[in-house]
């Protein structure tokens, strides 16, 4: 099992641009969630899904939209980048049960916006 | 409003000798509580996870305990070698997954 992935790992946008963060699971899990890390600020919950077609907004959802149309594949997108997203964007899963259970991270994607 | 605390921010620490890793929460209403390790530059390993209705698990040269109602955890390890340098994390789930910000380990060889 490839667990969690995200693709890609590495990007650089200029203010205004659009993209989509892409993070995929094979561990067949409801939960899914991204998250970003910031120096100091240590890391905040973005948007998070319990299921298929569902998507909920979490600490810090400004910005940002999400899509969970497979089960197995929870999209990030910015439709309009800004300096203050460069930042490092986790994915995480959980299976059945949700906040009961162990939660799986991905290598992450490094973003910097200019 | 469930806060997160984890003191220290960083850590030295000669290898071999044994150290404790602190993690303290405001709200004892919890189902869980997973500590992780995050390397430079890398996304983050789960280590431990602790149930509520447990008081500690052990993994290897680590054991996490939880005690609910003081609101603390501590990451006890053992033997501390250098490839232990990483950051520590340790997050608690109820009605929402929080995290502490972490603590730096370093391991002096």
């Known amino acids: 099992n490839a667990g969690v992935t995200q693709t890609p790992k590495f990007r650089v946008l200029k203010t205004g641009q659009s993209m989509t963060l892409l993070c995929a699971q094979d561990?067949?899990?409801?939960?899914m969630y991204w998250y970003r890390q910031d120096p100091g600020m240590g890391l905040r919950l973005i948007h998070y899904?319990?299921?298929?077609?569902?998507?909920a907004k979490g600490e810090v959802p400004d910005g940002y939209n999400v899509s969970r149309l497979k089960k197995q594949n929870f999209l990030l997108g910015l439709e309009s980048a800004a300096p203050s997203q460069t930042s490092v964007y986790f994915c995480?899963?959980?299976?059945?049960?949700?906040?009961?259970?162990?939660?799986?991270f991905g290598p992450g994607t490094r973003l910097t916006v200019l | 409003k469930q806060e997160v605390t984890q003191i220290p921010a960083a850590l030295s620490v000669p290898e071999g000798e044994n150290l404790v890793l602190n993690c303290s929460f405001t709200?004892?209403?919890?189902?869980?509580l997973q500590w992780f390790r995050q390397d430079p530059g890398k996304g983050l390993t789960s280590l431990l996870l602790i149930q509520s209705s447990q008081r500690e698990q052990t993994s290897g040269r680590l054991n996490a305990s939880l005690d609910k109602s003081s609101g603390r955890s501590t990451l006890y390890i053992a033997a501390s070698q250098p490839g232990d340098s990483a950051t520590y994390l340790c997050?608690?789930?109820?009605?929402?997954?929080?995290f502490g910000k972490g603590t730096r380990l370093h391991i002096l060889p």
């Open positions: 997050a608690v789930s109820g009605h929402k997954i929080i």
């Open positions: 995480a899963s959980i299976g059945p049960g949700g906040s009961y259970n162990e939660q799986f």
């Open positions: 709200d004892s209403a919890i189902y869980n």
């Open positions: 561990m067949n899990h409801e939960y």
């Open positions: 899904s319990v299921g298929e077609g569902t998507t």
